[in-house]
Antibody, heavy 120, light 110 residues
Framework: QVQLEQSGAEVRKPGASVKLSCTAS????????IHWVRQAPGHGLEWMGI????????YYTQKFQDRLTMTRDTSTSTVYMELSNLRSDDTAIFFC?????????????WGQGTLVTVSS | QSVLTQPPSVSAAPLQTVTISCSGS????????ISWYQQIPGTAPKLLIY???KRPSGIPDRFSASKSGTSATLAITGLQTGDEADYYC???????????FGGGTKVTVL
């Protein structure tokens, strides 16, 4: 079955970076985009960016443009999301989710989420 | 940039029907497909509706949705206590290549 397995919780100090992983299984890795979505405590879903695992091209929301990097490793079917220059308001759960290129709004399978805590 | 607006909360008694609106701003929202997600607290979101009104396999037909112009609506009929969750609409802005979510609507079963 389709599965997106995310890496474990992280704690960072302000100004540091964090790199999260999302490993896909149960489907052809290159055939689906991967989105990253953030959810701060008590808040709604916030779209961050998307990567095409086939070609590696990425699109980020303007808010994270200068701090966000998404990459992929096709040999391990893994997508990485790195957020730099962390602030306390970056404390959130980060989800990866896949979507078909035909309908990029259709996020049909989600990872379990990774909690990132930013605290001095 | 486009925005999707949802009411913060809706409520109804068991077996009743609730509707959640999702209103889009921006010139091209009318051309984009809307998805709906259910998020039970402490869990990942789950796809309920895609392409405005289609249900993935396994989603009960108590969940239905429609779209007209720049507004979309999710309806939950035969409300159950297990439907208590946050519901989000979402879309993909093809021209800007960015994703959008509404602010979310909390459904409470009275």
């Amino acid at each position: 079955q389709v599965q997106l397995e995310q890496s474990g919780a992280e704690v960072r100090k302000p100004g540091a970076s964090v790199k999260l992983s999302c490993t896909a299984s149960g489907y052809t890795f290159s055939a689906y985009y991967i989105h990253w979505v953030r959810q701060a405590p008590g808040h709604g879903l916030e779209w961050m960016g998307i990567i095409n695992p086939s070609r590696g091209d990425t699109y980020y929301t303007q808010k994270f443009q200068d701090r966000l990097t998404m990459t992929r490793d096709t040999s391990t079917s893994t997508v990485y999301m790195e957020l730099s220059n962390l602030r306390s308001d970056d404390t959130a759960i980060f989800f990866c989710a896949r979507a078909t290129p035909v309908d990029a709004a259709r996020l049909d399978s989600w990872g379990q989420g990774t909690l990132v805590t930013v605290s001095s | 940039q486009s925005v999707l607006t949802q009411p913060p909360s809706v409520s109804a008694a068991p077996l009743q029907t609730v509707t959640i609106s999702c209103s889009g701003s921006g010139p091209k929202i009318a051309d984009y497909s809307i998805s709906w997600y259910q998020q039970i607290p402490g869990t990942a979101p789950k796809l309920l509706i895609y392409d405005n009104n289609k249900r993935p396999s396994g989603i009960p037909d108590r969940f239905s949705a429609s779209k007209s112009g720049t507004s979309a609506t999710l309806a939950i009929t035969g409300l159950q206590t297990g439907d208590e969750a946050d519901y989000y609409c979402g879309t993909w802005d093809i021209s800007l290549r960015v994703g959008l979510f509404g602010g979310g609507t909390k459904v409470t079963v009275l």
